[in-house]
C-alpha cells in the first residue's frame, strides 16, 4: 500500500466519510453475542469510526492503521467522545501479532482490500476466540482494489 495514500486528505476523510449504520453494527453486536468484557481488534482502523462506535461494547479495544495522520484523527475523535478504552497502534495490519484466541471479535472497515488478504485471514482466524467472528464492511465488494 502506498503509505502516503491519504495524506493531506485525513481532516476531509474523517468529516465526510459516510458512516457505518447504526443498525448494521447493532446486528453484529447481536450476532456475535458479545458480553462486555471481551476484546475487539478493528485492523485498518482509520479515523477510528469502528473501534469508537464499538467500544462501548468492550472492556478493551485495540485500534491498528499503518498512517499516523489517520490515528491522530482517530484518538481526537476518542477524545472528544470520552472513549478512553482504546489503545492505538500505529502499524500495518500484517506487523501486528496476538495470542490465539484473543478477540471476542475483529472488525475491518474499508480496509480489507489494502491488506496482505491470503496471508491475513488465516492470522485473523486464530486471534478470534471460537466461533466468534471477522466483520468486514466496506462499500464495495471486499476482493476488489488495490
Not at 19 to 45: I, K, M, N
Not at 118 to 130: C, E, F, K, N, T
Amino acid at each position: 500500500m502506498n503509505r502516503h495514500l491519504f495524506q493531506g486528505t485525513v481532516p476531509y476523510y474523517a468529516r465526510y466519510r459516510v458512516p457505518y449504520p447504526q443498525a448494521l453494527l447493532s446486528q453484529v453486536c447481536e450476532q456475535a453475542q458479545l458480553t462486555g468484557s471481551g476484546r475487539l481488534l478493528d485492523l485498518g482502523c482509520g479515523t477510528g469510526e469502528l473501534a469508537v462506535r464499538l467500544s462501548p461494547r468492550f472492556q478493551d479495544v485495540i485500534a491498528v492503521d499503518p498512517d499516523a495522520e489517520m490515528l491522530a484523527a482517530a484518538q481526537q475523535k476518542a477524545r472528544d467522545q470520552q472513549v478512553t478504552n482504546i489503545q492505538w497502534l500505529h502499524q500495518s495490519a500484517e506487523r501486528f501479532s496476538a495470542e490465539p484466541d484473543s478477540f471476542e471479535l475483529v472488525t475491518i472497515g474499508a480496509a480489507f482490500h489494502w491488506m496482505d488478504r491470503p496471508v491475513m485471514a488465516p492470522r485473523i482466524r486464530s486471534w478470534l476466540q471460537p466461533q466468534q467472528p471477522l466483520v468486514i464492511m466496506g462499500y464495495t465488494s471486499i476482493w476488489s482494489g488495490n
